[in-house]
């Protein structure tokens, strides 16, 4: 059996957001936790690790959120930014539809039952 190559990447901040996103998600994604916050060392790694990847970021619309997303847009330019309504706050907050729908905008195939 193949070992299928994941070409698209997600960067969530927390353990709750990565597994709502994996319950959302139909196609095959590795999807990144920060916990929060990520060093220069950490990120040189990760810049270096998804080199050719379709690279999405969605972080929560929170202060440490923007600051994360604004670093990521600092050293990681060629990533996507996707963005959850202000209103949830927190991705891990978020209706799955909403997330679906936010998901599905970026081309990333999403279960049905969320749409």
Do not use: W
């Not at 709502?20 to 990520?38: D, F, H, M, Q, Y």
């Amino acid at each position: 059996m193949a070992t299928v190559q994941v070409e698209k990447v997600i960067i969530v901040e927390g353990r709750s957001d990565k597994k709502k996103l994996e319950s959302i998600i139909k196609e095959p994604v590795e999807i990144i936790c920060t916990n929060g916050t990520i060093s220069y060392a950490k990120l040189d790694e990760l810049i270096d690790e998804l080199y050719n990847k379709e690279v999405f970021i969605l972080v929560d619309s929170d202060e440490a959120g923007e600051k994360l997303r604004k670093q990521f847009m600092r050293e990681f330019p060629e990533a996507e930014h996707l963005y959850i309504d202000r209103m949830y706050r927190e991705v891990a907050a978020a209706p799955k539809q909403h997330i679906a729908a936010v998901l599905l905008s970026a081309n990333i195939d999403v279960h049905t039952e969320y749409l």
